[in-house]
């Protein structure tokens, strides 16, 4: 168990040390967003990758400061989550903040789980400006300040779509591989409970069989 258990760590190692290499040879600003909890059900794989599940650019720093824009991030997540159930297809967007963003969904059994967001580039300045004239409306923030701040943040080697898939279609991949939806989890739990009970008649069924 100990084997296994270490086995887990050092991959988990190895996806971290991947991550930070390619983040910093391509000065990527990348984000994995967790739809379903994957995070939760594996902490080592959390302690691993927790460095990459916010964005933490100056640029959204500051505007995560304000509570208002903060919820508005939040529900931006869930808009995306809709998107991509509707289309689970790799795409360049843009957040509500201005920042244009390629994302790659993270898919289990044609279950979208979760995905991996990169900035991508920057905006025109008059959009820029226009956007940010829009959040000054109810944050009254410093908008010259936010635009040296966009700038800084938005400053990436250029690299297309496909190379990103490449690059990070792998952690994708392996995240769909070890994710295991909550139902099967409570049938393996099932399982154990019955061994358990009776060495000499062992049944695993799933709770849905239980209900019928």
């Not at 720093?61 to 991030?73: A, G, S």
């Not at 957040?95 to 244009?100: A, E, F, L, S």
């Not at 993270?106 to 959009?127: C, E, M, N, P, S």
């Amino acid at each position: 168990m100990l084997m296994v258990y270490d086995n887990k760590n050092s991959v988990y190692a190895g996806l971290k040390a991947y991550l930070d290499t390619l983040v910093a040879d391509y000065g990527l600003h990348l984000v994995i967003k967790d739809f379903v909890g994957f995070f939760e059900q594996d902490m080592e794989l959390y302690h691993a990758l927790h460095a990459y599940i916010i964005h933490k650019t100056s640029y959204c720093m500051t505007i995560k400061e304000n509570h208002r824009l903060w919820k508005y991030c939040l529900y931006s997540k869930e808009l995306l989550y809709k998107k991509l159930v509707k289309n689970p297809e790799p795409f360049i967007g843009q957040c509500y903040g201005g920042v244009v963003e390629y994302v790659l969904p993270i898919v289990h059994k044609k279950q979208v789980i979760g995905a991996i967001t990169i900035g991508y580039g920057r905006l025109d300045h008059k959009v820029l400006e226009d956007i940010l004239k829009g959040l000054n409306k109810h944050t009254h923030m410093d908008i010259p300040i936010l635009q040296d701040y966009y700038i800084e943040s938005t400053d990436v080697e250029s690299i297309s779509p496909q190379g990103l898939d490449q690059r990070l279609g792998i952690l994708a991949e392996y995240i769909s591989l070890i994710y295991r939806p909550a139902n099967v989890l409570k049938e393996k739990r099932h399982c154990v409970i019955q061994r358990a009970r009776d060495v000499h008649y062992v049944s695993c069924y799933s709770l849905h069989s239980e209900a019928l």
